[in-house]
């Protein structure tokens, strides 16, 4: 009997068309275009500023692109799993407002919490269930509003996020294609780094938790900075080790867009040309758990079957991983 794999069948992605450009910040908090330029590699990046609109709307969006491309009945999705830290509220979950918007009646669906590498845990979650044979058409989105937890007057945070959705397509298939292998980490030690203290049962909503800005996202850079290096790039070199492949099997980086220092280092680590890293920070910033998916939506075109990418993340918690994918198609 032929061993299942799940392959990715097609990507969307959607960014909101307003622009918060390194000019636009330099209006509201002390710094300039090219102290953020030095440090991130960001330029500008989209906000979703309707406030009427959430999470669930831009992974909508995403999402549509791939019914459309597949010509696919939203009915015959089996489930819908979301990587966010930004839901449209606590629950129920985003993924199910999502199902309800796009009329996949027929699918369950739930979220994944794990910050920047949300998108490659709830990608491996999609493969298990696909390679189980359980499921035959998995959509797996990564989507973040980060503008909805970003305090516009801490200079060290809002130059980072951005707003943004991509997803995926996942679907068995016989051929040696698809995930192939990952390799995912936590350490909860690391919360104290990057967190947002209120919102949860430790700390509920007050009038007390809202004055004291405790619903915004706290970070202490240098730390994180440290630990996401040394994740990302050591993951990286590691899952490459374990499959026997070198930097030059890879066609592709398609690493987290948090930090262009960040990513050339694990660049480095396995040893890549830049020509081979996918990159588009300088246009969309951090978008947390849709940087990943957004980076293969816009690649598209680029890639062919049978091309090896790895796909790696470090994200709050701490969270990281690092993800082997022969192309589809």
Excluded at 4 to 11: D, E
Excluded at 119 to 140: C, D, H, P, R
Excluded at 267 to 288: D, F, Q, S
């Amino acid at each position: 009997m032929s061993t299942l794999r799940a392959a990715i069948t097609a990507v969307g992605g959607y960014v909101p068309e307003d622009k918060l450009t390194n000019q636009d910040l330099e209006k509201i908090i002390d710094t300039t275009d090219e102290w953020i330029t030095t440090r991130t590699g960001i330029k500008e990046r989209r906000i979703l500023k309707d406030p009427t609109k959430a999470s669930s709307d831009m992974a909508v969006e995403a999402i549509r692109e791939i019914l459309n491309k597949k010509q696919l009945d939203p009915k015959d999705i089996d489930c819908i799993i979301c990587a966010t830290v930004t839901p449209d509220m606590i629950f129920p979950s985003t993924a199910n407002l999502i199902g309800d918007k796009i009329g996949a009646v027929n699918a369950y669906g739930f979220d994944i919490s794990a910050a920047c590498s949300g998108f490659l845990y709830a990608l491996n979650l999609g493969a298990s269930l696909v390679e189980s044979g359980k499921n035959k058409k998995v959509i797996v989105v990564g989507v973040d509003k980060m503008s909805a937890i970003v305090d516009y007057t801490d200079r060290t945070t809002c130059i980072i996020f951005g707003d943004g959705a991509g997803a995926v397509l996942l679907e068995p298939t016989t051929e040696e294609v698809g995930v192939m292998d990952s390799l995912l980490r936590s350490d909860g030690s690391g919360a104290k780094h990057l967190h947002m203290k209120a919102g949860g049962s430790l700390r509920p909503a007050s009038i007390e938790t809202v004055a004291a800005k405790e619903h915004y996202i706290y970070q202490e850079g240098k730390h994180v900075f440290k630990f996401a290096v040394t994740g990302m790039a050591d993951i990286s070199q590691e899952l490459l080790e374990k499959n026997h492949l070198t930097g030059d099997d890879i066609a592709w980086l398609v690493p987290h867009q948090a930090n262009l220092r960040i990513i050339d280092a694990t660049r480095e680590r396995i040893n890549l040309p830049k020509e081979k890293v996918m990159i588009n920070i300088h246009k969309y910033g951090n978008t947390t758990a849709g940087t990943i998916p957004i980076c293969l939506w816009e690649y598209e075109k680029q890639l062919k079957k049978g091309d090896k990418l790895v796909l790696a993340a470090f994200g709050g918690g701490f969270t990281w991983g690092a993800t082997y994918i022969k192309w589809a198609y």
